[in-house]
């Protein structure tokens, strides 16, 4: 039977309102980090003065392309919690060399960190952000049932 054969979907609906309120807060915030600080030292090379102080166009530059990694981290992050299955047998999310896969019978342990839960087998770990999907709760709850079922305890209630 193919793991796609089951009657649960393997992911639950995606809270669109909360990945679009968080898109917008964060690509308005480094965006205004970049435009604050590349126009510090544009407006000097404007007007033909020499460029002082700390910022210089090398360290704007890096700076902008750090925080342009950081917008490609956050759309990346938020592609990963759209495509993360919570199938019958494993956990699976995509990264940059193809799908990570945790099975619910190998995961050593589950931390809360931040808004997230890092879940570990031995040698990996997932972060499954609930707030990402419509019902967070339903997450949490399917989390627990699904290794519940696969460490063999009672079903939580």
């Known amino acids: 039977?193919?793991?796609?054969?089951?009657?649960?979907p393997l992911a639950p609906?995606?809270?669109?309102?909360?990945?679009?309120t968080v898109a917008i807060v964060v690509s308005s915030a480094l965006g205004f980090i970049s435009f604050a600080l590349t126009m510090q030292v544009f407006h000097e090379w404007l007007h033909?003065?020499?460029?002082?102080?700390?910022?210089?166009?090398?360290?704007?530059?890096?700076?902008?392309?750090?925080?342009?990694?950081?917008?490609?981290?956050?759309?990346?992050?938020?592609?990963?919690?759209?495509?993360?299955q919570f199938g019958q047998e494993e956990l699976s999310c995509p990264n940059v060399t193809g799908w990570k896969r945790i099975r619910w019978s190998d995961v050593t342990r589950i931390d809360r960190v931040g808004?997230?839960?890092?879940?570990?087998?031995?040698?990996?770990?997932?972060?499954?952000?609930?707030?990402?999907?419509?019902?967070?709760?339903?997450?949490?709850?399917l989390i627990r049932t699904?290794?519940?079922?696969?460490?063999?305890?009672?079903?939580?209630?």
Request: aromatic share 16%.
């Open 1 to 8: 039977m193919s793991k796609f054969a089951t009657s649960e």
């Open 48 to 84: 033909r003065k020499a460029i002082s102080g700390v910022w210089t166009w090398s360290s704007v530059v890096l700076m902008d392309i750090v925080l342009l990694g950081m917008l490609i981290g956050l759309f990346w992050k938020m592609y990963c919690d759209g495509k993360t």
């Open 13 to 20: 609906a995606l809270n669109w309102a909360y990945l679009i």
């Open 115 to 141: 808004f997230g839960y890092h879940i570990y087998s031995q040698n990996q770990k997932i972060v499954v952000t609930p707030y990402a999907y419509k019902q967070p709760e339903s997450v949490l709850r």
């Open 146 to 157: 699904r290794l519940a079922k696969a460490k063999g305890y009672a079903s939580p209630g």
